[in-house]
């Protein structure tokens, strides 16, 4: 979730350089996106577990059961617009200029990812969580997420996009970014490497998660084109409305249904990423929310990161499989309630301490 979002504007003039400057703005609509993106992801992740706590099965407690469903069903659309942004921000709104500046954008979101890799390992350790000794963990988030730290599986996908994406507009600019290169190929044959080494030497290895798949890599580039529509360009909303609420219910019946959890690559999660994108893009923020929407959107990739600590100390405890439906609902709203204002409050904290590049 790059923090330097910005829009190309028409090109000026610039005599100094003989080129064509490109002045960006800053988009406080994607602010919005991402704020609204890192508010579902966590209430999908409340929601889970007032699943967990039924074993997902009504009959173990159908009020728990349906309120957690209900919250899943509204949360399918985060983590494809969180690729659609990556999209947005490398293609049209902050392409890179030369390697360097992307080796920036990499290591400041490969920096926290390692960081509170560490610190869930450790939590867990301490908490007496941990399935397998930590040592052992630990090498194996080198490869891909890890229990407890389950949802930043997302980073491992996240960076090769935006990788692969910054290689490809360099290489069109012109340039030659080898390094950048050299770390695709790394990503591409890293999966084959750990076969082959484990069956030379008889040793379980991991498996690696980095990398991406179509319907990732799909998101990104679509998500770019949509965000990058000017103003107006969608003129009918009113269909949106209609139809976010109905791929939902389809979300619920899936999960209930079919099978738990949906793919991100279904048909339901591809149409309500749409709608979601559409509703919200080009959206006009009022002048005087717009320091405070920046301010918080800054902290959004800090509070994602930090919240499952809450969800895991504070959620977990509380939630029964006995709660009727109305007290399951109303505890499921203020639990998310409570993880959003002590994620983006912890999030705030550290900012303010001049961590963001060490803690996101």
């Not at 990499?106 to 867990?124: E, G, K």
């Not at 012109?174 to 990503?187: D, N, Q």
């Not at 990161?305 to 959620?315: R, T």
Request: charged share 15%; glycine share 8%; net charge positive.
């Amino acid at each position: 979730m790059p923090n330097d979002i910005a829009i190309r504007l028409p090109q000026q003039s610039d005599a100094s350089s003989g080129r064509t400057a490109v002045p960006r703005e800053h988009r406080p609509d994607v602010d919005l996106m991402r704020l609204i993106c890192s508010a579902t992801v966590m209430l999908g992740h409340v929601g889970a577990q007032f699943i967990r706590s039924t074993g997902d099965d009504p009959a173990n407690g159908s009020g728990a059961y349906w309120a957690g469903h209900v919250a899943e069903a509204v949360n399918p659309y985060a983590v494809p617009l969180y690729f659609a942004m990556a999209g947005w921000a490398v293609l049209v709104g902050a392409p890179p200029r030369d390697s360097a500046r992307m080796w920036q954008r990499i290591v400041r979101n490969t920096v926290p990812l390692f960081v509170w890799t560490a610190v869930y390992l450790v939590w867990a350790w301490l908490r007496d969580r941990n399935d397998r000794p930590v040592t052992e963990l630990a090498v194996n988030s080198l490869f891909g997420s890890v229990r407890p730290a389950y949802h930043l599986w997302f980073m491992y996908t996240y960076i090769p996009i935006i990788a692969l994406l910054a290689f490809a507009m360099l290489v069109k600019a012109g340039k030659r970014p080898w390094g950048l290169g050299a770390a695709l190929l790394g990503i591409a044959v890293l999966p084959s490497v750990l076969t082959t080494a484990a069956e030379v030497t008889g040793r379980d290895l991991p498996s690696s998660a980095w990398g991406f798949g179509t319907y990732s890599l799909v998101y990104a580039i679509g998500g770019a084109l949509l965000f990058a529509l000017p103003a107006g360009a969608v003129r009918w909303r009113w269909p949106l409305f209609v139809l976010l609420p109905l791929t939902m219910a389809g979300s619920l019946w899936y999960n209930t249904q079919i099978h738990y959890v949906m793919p991100n690559a279904h048909l339901f999660v591809a149409v309500m990423s749409i709608c979601v994108l559409l509703l919200i893009s080009r959206v006009r923020i009022p002048e005087k929310w717009r320091p405070l929407l920046r301010k918080l959107a800054g902290a959004a990739l800090g509070a994602y990161m930090v919240h499952v600590l809450f969800v895991e100390e504070i959620v977990a405890p509380l939630v029964s499989p006995d709660l009727s439906g109305p007290a399951a609902g109303l505890l499921l709203i203020g639990l998310l309630i409570t993880v959003l204002a002590l994620s983006f409050a912890t999030s705030l904290l550290w900012g303010r301490l001049n961590l963001r590049r060490l803690l996101g």
